[in-house]
């Protein structure tokens, strides 16, 4: 059996990172690759190689027959995911065969991880092959840290939204299994965070998810290269051989260098094109220049890369038939991978490195010339598509598309003088030798291990199986207690209309059965206009606190105003208001009595934030002189009295009452000014994983509910139990 290491970016980086680690051996912690091995594997073979990969390779392998191979690699991933992530909508095919066979293979992965992993192992997946398996792994082994990284560029919401709604749902949620998700620039980042909350609507914070079970960190990394290893090769006795022979060949000619695998984004087509018009607008260049194009063989058998590649041999062709003579052939074109020493000689013989992807994640290639060019010439022409001309601004940056501009860049680069090539690779060498791939690994890696404490520290404030306990057993043993329940979002799910939160058969019921027992006194604190709350729970023996604070009804009475307001600022306001509502489809301006409310559950996402933002500044200018205050809920900008609070007003209850045990309840910020106000011994649950003055979190509506029915049980302890907590 012999084993070879695959080609391609992913492997050289990560190779390199782990033999870094196996010389630092305070960092060489265990690993083990998880992967296809690369071919189909006869099944007498299977354990043979099993075994032959964990003890020579620290490998294990995940076997798939050629049928999964189709459709999973070649279909979905190649034919469906790549050219719709590089922007070739026109190439992407949409089979729901490949679909089926993406989630099945994404499933077989997991299965075999499941072998081979242990709980506190650290997990990093990589690439768009497995964006379904960190949403696996996490719901069978969610003590496993998670860390996913995208090295193809994440596409536009525009784009993206093209996928079949099922495929772009499961996708988004797959990835969000993860701890951490890394893409090589912030763009990518910025487009991932948009399609989450377009599709999915989770909001970020600092680029932090909240999903409804852990938290998600979304960053960027920069992919580097192993800068030690390309800068020292040139000096490599072998490829300083194979550097002087090529030398010697080329010795008349300027050389421009292109190095890629062969693919319809890396722009080899429109490489060729603008070529041929430098040469047809630069006689002088005829005859002293050669392109040397090394094209590695990618994706045999996919029609577009076979087509692809006819088209690329014409067009060479048509260029040599062209210009071409006796002792100078234009284009010099390899179809071959080449090995690491003659990768070398051929960046180090260059004068120009000649990079024009349509589209790519990062392109390793570029950063790869500018670090063998040890005594500081060369240039580098580098795409704009490109996630590495964020770090490479020195090179000439070209648009692909634009043939001109590559013919005109090929003019530039091979006239601009030593001095001023030095200081341009300087300044690209400076940045690529200090965030080389080892620091891009440890970076990605330091990250979910520090995740880990995060979510520990979330995990440490949801309300435990022993806290509850605990909450429910001073809630039976004792006698005057005040319950503080937020509605909506907390007694009930969010909806998308205020008027659809109605309270159903049970919630009514629960409230009836919990309002029957004479030491409570339960207390819904809404932002909800007085009427919707009168019809709902009028009939209830509870308390009522209506717009955050402003009206407050204590059971069986009658409402009475928090103090006494004027509300002729509404007049002003309320116009203001509605012009931002007609802006943007969806918004919505509700009037209360004491307070205006501006709702924008319904609208675009996006666009809502940027608004939401935009009217509460304009407000906050408006009431500078004035008692009133802006206050951001849930989806909801909301003008109301400063002073007048959901705590305010629970303090009314709390100081006329002798309660011995306090429970508030709530999920948004305007809950935040009851927990705040709440003595130390009260029981304060904030609804959802957020940062919160709250003593606890729970993860939904549905456990609060569950926490309620299980206070609202008869009990059989004694009430006289207990005292007062001091
Ligand atoms: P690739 O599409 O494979 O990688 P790239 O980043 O250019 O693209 O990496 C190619 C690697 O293969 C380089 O290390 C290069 O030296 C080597 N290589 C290319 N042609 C070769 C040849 N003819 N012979 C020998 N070696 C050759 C994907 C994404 C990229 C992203 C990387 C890393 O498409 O955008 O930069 O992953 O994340």
Redesign the pocket.
Known sequence: MTFNES????V??LASFMQSRRRAPALNVDHLWVGWPGCTVDVSLRDQLIHEALASFQSFPVFLTDEQMEKFYLGFCNATIWPLFHYFPTFTEYQSGYWEQYKEINQVFCEALSDVIRPNDVLWIHDYHLMLLPRLVKIRMPRVSVGFFL??PFPSFEVFRLLPGEWRREILEGLLGADLIGF?TYEYTHHFLQCVLRILGYEHQMAQILTADHVVKVDTFP?GIDYEKFSNAPAEPDTERETQALRSTLAEFKVVLS???LDYSKGILNRLEGYDLFLESNPQFQGKVVLLM???PSRIGVLQYDRMKRQVEERVGKINGRFGRVGWTPVVYQYR??PFSS?VAFYSVSDVCLVTPLR??????AK?YVATRTDGTGMLILSEMA?SVKELPEAIIINPNNRREIAVALKEALETPLEEQKRRNQIMQRRLKRYHVSRWANDFLNNLGGLREVQDHIEATLLSPKARREVIDRYKKSRRRGLFLDYDGTLTPLVRSPAMAKPDDMRLGLLRSLASDPANDIVITSGRDRHSLQEWFGDLRVGLVAEHGAWLKRAGESWQLFKPFSVAWKRQLLPILEIYADRLPGAFVEEKENSTAWHYRLADPEQAGFLAAELTDHLLNLISKTDLQVIQGSKVVEVTHAGVDKGSAALKWIIENEYDFVLALGDDLTDEDLFRVLPEWAVSIRVGIAGTHARHNLRNNADVIDLLQSLALPSSVSLKATHRPS
Do not use: K, P, S, Y
């Open positions: 080609a391609g970016g992913l050289t980086g090295h193809i090589h992919m190095v890629d695998r090394i094209v590695v991978h080449v990768l790519d994640g990062m392109n390793l290639v790869e996630g």
